[in-house]
């Protein structure tokens, strides 16, 4: 079970009414929005679900795993979410026990 | 930019709509993301990143209070991962 764009299109079609040419634009610029803000250094705060913030990470050294070469990893921006207390809680509750398939590759 | 924020921009970029369908719209949104990663879900954007769950093994906390052993279950966190898009555009530009 993988939530895309595609299926919250599909809810603001049936549940708000949009058509689903407005569905699919809305669900589009909903998720542009918080990358244009992001992109401009502006941290965003989305209360009952997280905040989506940014970190600057400095240089590092690093290695080619194939070849062993030292190599610098290079200053970068990343983006960082944390999860309210509200949907930490709400996935402890609902969601606890025996969920191995949903263990994310790491 | 808040909740509340997201909400003005949206509606001002679909005037078409009435207020409170962009209102409604980021409600729909977001409950379905929270209540999707709450049945154990996976959500994938294209361009903006990924939701999923880390699991954290059962382990022997510590109430910082009294000094207490308490034993701290397993349970599953939300974890995000960025896209490439996203990753792309908060990076400093390629120098």
């Keep these: ?106 | 930019m808040t909740r509340s924020d997201l909400i003005s921009r949206l509606a001002e970029r679909h005037q078409q709509l009435l207020a409170k369908d962009a209102e409604l719209a980021v409600k729909v949104i977001l409950d379905t993301l929270s209540g999707t990663l709450a049945r154990g879900g996976r959500i994938e954007i294209r361009g903006f990143g990924s939701f999923s769950l880390n699991y954290r093994p059962p382990r022997t906390g510590r109430n910082p209070k009294s000094g207490d052993k308490v034993q701290v279950p397993a349970k599953h966190v939300p974890h995000f991962k960025a896209g490439k898009e996203l990753r792309e555009r908060v990076d400093y530009p390629p120098s």
Excluded: C, W
């Design chain 1, 1 to 106: 079970m993988t939530l895309t764009k595609a299926e919250l299109a599909d809810l603001l079609f049936e549940k708000v009414g949009l058509n689903k040419r407005e569905a699919k634009d809305m669900v589009e610029d909903f998720f542009e929005e918080i990358r244009a803000k992001l992109e401009r250094g502006e941290s965003v705060k989305l209360s009952g679900f997280g905040n989506f913030q940014l970190r600057d990470k400095p240089q590092r050294p690093g290695r080619n795993p194939k070849t062993g070469e030292e190599i610098p990893i290079t200053a970068r921006r990343v983006v960082t979410f944390h999860p309210s207390q509200k949907l930490k809680s709400m996935v402890e509750k609902s969601y606890s026990f025996g969920a191995a398939q949903n263990r994310s590759p790491r």
